[in-house]
């Protein structure tokens, strides 16, 4: 058992057969189904030019989500810095905060959200992708837009995504909490984990080194079933695995059928064993495992299944099992 905050990143998968306005829909649904179980908070991530994950802009979803909710957080997890302009953040996510007093985040990333060069380039207006000085330019211009050209009121609380030691060097250097991608380069935690304690300086945002970890997590009530609801999400990774980024979302029984090499089954085996699929019992050891290993403040799962209410079922049976009883 564990007793720190349980919370979601919103990951918008778009099911073969839907259609995006159909996953759009599906969000606020899917929020309000988080704050009934009492899940302290959900983020939107940032991707483009993906058949098999909606190009939604994080804003966008957390303005939708809060006036479909009361009280649990939201905001980006996270929104792309080079791709927008430091002021323009300030200005969208301060203005939240400001509807929704102390319920709003901003979580910072660095990446393209695309493995498309070009959309990648367009998202730029044609710059090439930013280099270490850049983008720390830009996460402090937007942190300071904030405080000193916005400051509506209650401002949104920042924080910075993190899959490389580089990535959480910045984060102690500002000071910001720090939200570590165990779901994308988990052989990484660790480092990112060492060099962001070690360097970390105090500021106004945060006076402590805080740890949220994301994680995979799929939770039904027998492994295999687990194991089906995966398997869609195993077909996309194979893809990558390939260089390939033009992988729809199939249904799990295309998934089931899909003719999987040796080495990516040994490759998806490997990453699942560091993530946290099956068995209510199962994905419990393993949460709890992870938090004693990382020393995590809070726990983010995300949960890349083709239907809506198996998404939902996971995270009740993981809250219901994990003995966290509130949000808090």
């Avoid at 704050?35 to 908070?41: F, V």
């Avoid at 993190?162 to 988990?186: C, D, E, N, T």
């Avoid at 360097?199 to 009530?221: D, G, K, N, Y």
């Amino acid at each position: 058992m564990f007793d720190i905050p349980l919370s979601a990143l919103e990951v918008a998968m778009v099911q073969t057969g839907a259609r995006a306005a159909d996953t759009l829909r599906d969000t606020a649904a899917f929020a309000q189904g988080l704050e009934r179980l009492g899940y302290h908070r959900i983020w939107y991530a940032e991707h483009h030019h993906s058949p098999a994950i909606g190009a939604f802009p994080p804003v966008v979803l957390t303005a939708h989500a809060a006036a479909s909710t009361s009280a649990i957080r939201l905001g980006s997890g996270g929104v792309l810095a080079p791709n927008h302009a430091p002021l323009t953040l300030a200005e969208q996510f301060g203005t939240l905060a400001a509807l929704h007093p102390d319920r709003i985040d901003l979580g910072i990333g660095r990446g393209p959200g695309t493995f498309d060069e070009a959309t990648a380039r367009a998202l730029r207006r044609g710059s090439g992708p930013a280099t270490d000085a850049e983008y720390e330019d830009d996460v402090a211009s937007t942190l300071s837009f904030l405080v000193d050209e916005v400051a509506l009121g209650p401002l949104p609380e920042p924080w910075l995504l993190a899959s490389s030691p580089a990535g959480a060097a910045l984060a102690a250097k500002l000071g910001l909490p720090v939200a570590v991608a165990h779901h994308i380069r988990p052989d990484n935690t660790q480092a990112v984990l060492a060099r962001y304690r070690a360097a970390f300086t105090p500021s106004r945002w945060c006076e402590r080194p805080r740890v949220l970890l994301c994680v995979e997590a799929v939770c039904a009530e027998t492994a295999e079933e687990a194991a089906w609801r995966v398997g869609p999400m195993d077909v996309v990774k194979a893809g990558l695995l390939k260089g390939l980024s033009e992988i729809p979302f199939p249904t799990p029984a295309e998934a089931a059928a899909h003719p999987f090499t040796e080495e990516e089954r040994r490759a998806l085996a490997a990453f699942r064993a560091q993530q946290a699929v099956g068995t209510p019992e199962t994905v419990i050891h393993r949460l709890t495992q992870l938090t004693g290993d990382t020393g995590a403040d809070e726990l983010m799962l995300t949960t890349p299944v083709y239907d809506l209410g198996d998404r939902i079922r996971s995270y009740e049976l993981i809250k219901k099992y994990s003995g966290v009883t509130d949000a808090s």
